[in-house]
Structure formats: C-alpha cells, structure tokens
C-alpha cells in the first residue's frame, strides 16, 4: 500500500508538474506545493511553557522526500519584542495543495483559517498578549506554570465552542472553507521576519526523524509536541508519563528515573546561570550524554519484567489512580521531575509497606492497615495537586 502510493504520488507530481520550491518571503509565501492533502490535525498535549519570552508555534504537516511528517509544535523564544508568529498552512487550489510559509510580524495574519489549538483557532491568536517588553499569556488556552512564568491572566472569551470540531489541516475544497477578513488583510500587508534559524532547524530534525512520517505514524506522530527546540528532556518526560500510565515503570523505577532528570534538569539550570544563559559545547555534550544514559535506563526499566500491578480491590485502584494522576502532570509537564520524584518517592514507600503487611497477613491488610494507607494515600494525593497546581 505504501509503495503505491508512493508510486501514485510520484506520477502525479511528474505529470501535473507540482514538485515547486519557491523561497519563502512576505511577498512570495508559496513554498511547495502537492498532489496529495496532508492528513488531520492530530490531538496532541502541549507542553509548558519553558520560560518567559517564549512563544508556541503550533505542530504542522511538512513535506519531505517521503511523504508528510510531523513537525512538532514548539514553544520558540521570539525574535524581538512585538512580534507574534503567523503559523503557516496548506492550502487547497488549482489542483494541488499549496503550502504558505509562516512568519513573524506585529499582527497574526491569515492562517487558513486552520484550528491549530492552543490559542490559534482559526483567527488571530488568543494565547497571550505584549504589554511593552513584556509578553503576557492567557493560561485559559496556553499551558504555563505559573511558579516559573508570573505573566499571566485568564480570557475564556476567546474560546471557541462548538459542537462539529473540524481537525482539517488546509485550506480550501474538502478543508476549512475560509478567508481573510480585513484585519488579517492589513496584517499580512505589514512587515514580516521569516521562521528563525531555531524553527527552521527544528524542522530538518523532524523531518529526518522516521517516526514522524505520516506513512509510518498514520497521522499520530510518536513527538507531537515539544517544549523547546532540541527539547529532549520533555520528550523523555513523555516516554516516563507513557511507562506510569501503563504500569510498565514502577513507582520505583520512576522515582530512580525523575532523580535522575531532575539532577540534569538542575545541572542545566546552574550551567546557564553561569555562563549569561547559553551552555558550552562541553556542556552541551555531557548533557546529551546524561540525556542517552536516561534514555537506555527508561527502555530498560519498561521492558524488564518488573510491572506495576495493584490488585482489583479497593487499596489497588486507589494506588492505580494516585498514578495515573502523576502520569498526567508528568505528561502535560504541570509537574516537575523533582515533584514527580518525590511523590513516586513515597509512592514506593506505600507500596512497599502493602507488600510487607499482606505477606504477613496471609495476603489481606487488617483494618488498621486499610486506615494507615488510606492516612498515607491522602498526603500522597493532597502532595500531587499541590504539585500540578503550582500551590
């Protein structure tokens, strides 16, 4: 199926000549253009933000020698003050779908009218505002911890609810039927600042990742999101939120794992306080080193025969939702690695007390036990909301 439709799309691209690549600029915008319509917008959870000054540019479908891949959305730090991103889009006209460059400007222009999320619905972009120097961000649509970003404030207006949610991902015939009101017009007429050297480099490693082909992914890609370029540390974040969520990690191997991250995580942190906020090329190495170590330790400690089994009883499903909790803010990163450490930290404690206290009962806990991990289930729970809630 694949190698015809390669061979398909080959044949259509000779015949109809619609292999283009024009520069992309504010005055030609048109980069490439396809027999094919890229696949939907996946359903993804974005990342939080990495710090102030940081931007999100929505994921997109790109086109590469093998098809479309995902690009991952990624919070970008903005290339001067006053600038919000245009994210580009695919559209439909011609017979060929057609791929529009995006770009930085004072204004969001016409996107397509392409549901990207998270603050780009269609029009204009309701995710955060600039107050002088200074970006605010709307945490109705954006995610932001708000013990690292204090620039924030909450606008539920911009929401957009209805009831038929079109995940199109172009412009045009079969896609989102739209077109530019005034304001984008006057927008996109304004002066433009192409994708950073960041964005643009954050696309070739995408783009060379085969995980992220459309015909090997079927339109899930395995990184849909990113909390900043090269963020390796939120896609190892990710692949623990995924080991809880299945009980493929243990508490106690989460607990080892998180140290570890937030060891580096912290190491990173003291680095670029040192050196004006950049890492050297030594840094940078070592850090990658720590980060390939972490990476060998998660595969093997999800797939070792150590797994995460609680019991279909009360004290079991308790356990269970305590993790599936964790795996949650790990995953959407509203918790750190240190929090996630400590809580499975105690986690493994609970466990291990349960362990100890059936072998000694013939496997059943006394009702004084119930009572105790109950006690100790409570602080444990009462620990992750402070945690995903920044309180």
Known sequence: MQSLLKRT???????????????????????????????????????????????WTPGYWAWG??????????????????????????GFGGGAYLWHAGYWGPHVGFYGGVNYGFGYSGVGFGGGVWAGSVFHYNTAVVNVNTTVVRN?????????????????SFNGAGGVMARPNPGEMNAMREQHFQATS????????????????????HGTPGTAAMDSVNGRRFNQQ????????????????????????ANVNREVHNDRTANGGTLTPQQRQQVNQQQNNLSHSIYADKHNANTATYGNNQVGQRRDNQQQRIAQGVRNG?????????????????NHQVSTDRQANGGKLTQSEHQQVNHEQNAASKQISRDKHGK
Do not use: F
């Not at 292999?19 to 490439?32: E, L, M, Q, R, W």
């Not at 919070?75 to 889009?89: D, E, I, K, R, S």
């Not at 924030?152 to 199109?168: G, K, L, P, S, W």
């Open 65 to 90: 020698p093998d098809g479309y891949y995902w690009v991952p959305g990624v919070w970008v730090m903005a290339p001067q003050v006053g600038v919000l991103w245009t994210p580009g889009y695919w």
């Open 198 to 217: 960041a964005q643009l480099s954050h696309q070739t490693l995408a783009g060379r990742d085969h995980n992220q082909l459309a015909s090997v992914n």
């Open 238 to 261: 990710g692949r623990i939120a995924n080991g809880i969520s299945s009980g493929q990690l243990t508490a106690g191997e989460t607990h080892n794992l998180e140290s570890r991250e």
């Open 9 to 55: 799309l080959t044949s259509s691209l000779i015949l109809a000549a619609l292999a283009i690549v024009i520069p992309a600029s504010a005055s030609a915008d048109v980069g490439i253009s396809i027999a094919i319509a890229p696949p939907v917008m996946p359903v993804y959870v974005q990342p939080a933000c990495p710090g102030d000054g940081y931007m």
């Open 334 to 350: 509203s918790m750190t690695a240190g929090q996630a450490a400590r809580v499975e930290g105690k986690e493994q404690q609970i």
């Open 152 to 168: 924030v404030y909450v606008d539920r207006t911009v929401i957009h609810n209805t009831t038929i949610v079109n995940r199109a």
